[in-house]
């Protein structure tokens, strides 16, 4: 019981950064689908704001506030892709652990990836400390710290971040923040 707690707890990590409504392409649309686990991984689609760059470039948190010590959270994203409108590829070079740049963003539409998990990960690297972890255990508990999901554009953080969460039907979710719209329909996701 005391697990559950903890892990129902820890799902409210999620929202702490910010969960405002706003239109398409001016904010950050972020999707989790809890139902999607491979390999103690969560997929994460990120339909973007309005790029008016030709490149951008990508990036998920190296520090953040209250650790002041090197984390490294993109080290966990894999298979991170940028896609047009018509789900076509856009050519991404990952920089180094935390950037990706992004050529022709213009048509930049979606930003989509893979999380792995920091608690029980091989992944090496500076040791991340526990309260700001991330933990995937499929139909047991999610603990998404946003430092180890979300990512944004250089240039854009001062943009509103939306987040749907999808989960599986009988799994208890929490946050201190009110939803702006539960059981919308959402996009399935495929690896």
């Known amino acids: 019981m005391r697990n559950k707690i903890i892990a129902t707890v820890a799902l409210l990590a999620i929202f702490i950064s910010g969960f405002t409504q706003s239109k398409k392409g001016t904010s950050y ?16 689609e ?3 704001p309005t790029i008016n760059a030709e490149e951008i470039t990508f990036y998920l948190p190296k520090i953040i506030p209250g650790t002041y010590e ?16 018509k789900g076509n590829k856009l050519v991404v070079e990952r920089l180094n652990d935390n950037a990706w740049k992004i050529k022709n963003a213009k ?21 991340i400390y526990p309260m700001a972890a991330t933990n995937i255990e499929d139909g047991k508990n999610f ?14 953080k001062e943009i509103p ?4 969460i999808i989960r599986p039907k009988d799994f208890y979710g929490a946050t201190g923040l ?8 959402v996009t399935k996701f495929t690896k």
């Not at 971040?161 to 749907?164: A, M, T």
């Not at 009110?178 to 329909?185: C, D, I, S």
Request: charged fraction near 20%.
């Open 29 to 44: 649309q972020y999707t989790v689908d809890l139902t999607k686990v491979v390999d103690d991984k969560v997929f994460v």
């Open 70 to 85: 090197i984390a490294d959270y993109g080290r966990f994203i894999t298979d991170l892709q940028a896609l047009d409108k």
């Open 107 to 127: 048509k930049l539409q979606k930003i989509t990836y893979w999380v792995d998990d920091i608690i029980d990960t091989p992944v090496a690297g500076p040791t």
């Open 178 to 185: 009110v939803p702006t719209q539960l059981g919308a329909p």
């Open 46 to 48: 990120l339909t973007s």
């Open 143 to 156: 603990v998404l710290n946003t430092s180890g999901f979300f990512g944004y554009i250089d240039g854009m």
């Open 161 to 164: 971040f939306n987040f749907n």
